[in-house]
């Protein structure tokens, strides 16, 4: 049984499978993709980046594209998938850019994993051009969400608490926001968005989300057959007449200016 291991080493996983997870994501994706206005040149700073595919949506724009994640099979992924991307193993909590650099920032279902929520902010404004806006996406409450049934799996498994565990850390009414405006930082939109994840059947869906840092962690304090029927067994009722697996799960992303 393995304890006090670091996000680093929870995200130490197969790059391939977890893009499966990010892939899930394009709805919400696209939906932020819509709200940025920037001209051609314009730096794009990915934190918590993954496999990079978010800036493989906006590759075909005149962008200069910026990634960093902890994870350095992840980042060795996005490299090769994405040549014309800067990107960097690096922690979100100290950002290897200069100040004022970037033109637009996101982060994309990642600062929750932060190990220090107002270092990671104050990094952001540090590298964040005054005025330009900064993109968070979170876990809506975890009751909103169909995958909280898997969640409460990992949870159980690795003594956590029930409910606002990672990565529902962040999704406590007025939390985020507290911590943001102590920082500097306006928010300006909210926007509420489903996303449904859709697995072809049960290996498709067992595969996609074993593939996470908190499930990870749960296999590395008890065993990957454990965590495997127990999941197994939680997400039976999502299981459709097709043979398939359908969850919807609600985020919020949140667009802030300093």
């Not at 996983?13 to 977890?18: E, G, V, Y």
């Not at 489903?194 to 595969?207: F, G, H, M, Q």
Request: charged share 20%; proline share 4%; aromatic share 12%.
């Amino acid at each position: 049984m393995q304890q006090n291991l670091t996000q680093s080493e929870l995200w130490a996983i197969d790059a391939a499978k977890w893009r499966m997870q990010e892939e899930g994501m394009k709805p919400l994706y696209d939906e932020i993709i819509r709200s940025i206005h920037l001209p051609p040149n314009s730096s794009v700073l990915d934190i918590g980046c993954g496999t990079g595919f978010f800036l493989s949506l906006i590759s075909e724009k005149d962008y200069l594209l910026h990634g960093i994640d902890i994870s350095s099979s992840q980042i060795e992924f996005a490299k090769k998938h994405l040549p014309q991307g800067n990107f960097q193993m690096a922690a979100m909590e100290q950002l290897p850019f200069h100040g004022e650099s970037m033109d637009f920032i996101v982060s994309n279902n990642s600062l929750q994993f932060s190990s220090h929520f107002e270092k990671a902010i104050e990094e952001v404004s540090r590298v964040l051009k005054p005025g330009k806006p900064w993109i968070i996406s979170l876990w809506d409450e975890p009751s909103k969400s169909d995958a909280f049934c898997f969640f409460k799996v990992f949870y159980e498994l690795t003594n956590q608490s029930k409910d606002h565990s990672i990565p529902f850390n962040l999704s406590m009414k007025n939390e985020l926001e507290n911590l943001l405006q102590n920082s500097g930082f306006t928010v300006s939109e909210v926007h509420s968005f489903i996303v449904p994840r859709v697995y072809k059947n049960l290996d498709n869906a067992l595969e996609a989300i074993l593939s996470s840092g908190p499930a990870n962690h749960a296999i590395k304090m008890t065993s990957y057959e454990l965590v495997r029927n127990k999941v197994s067994s939680a997400i039976q009722e999502f299981l459709q007449e097709d043979g398939r697996y359908q969850f919807n799960n609600s985020f919020v992303y949140r667009i802030v200016h300093r």
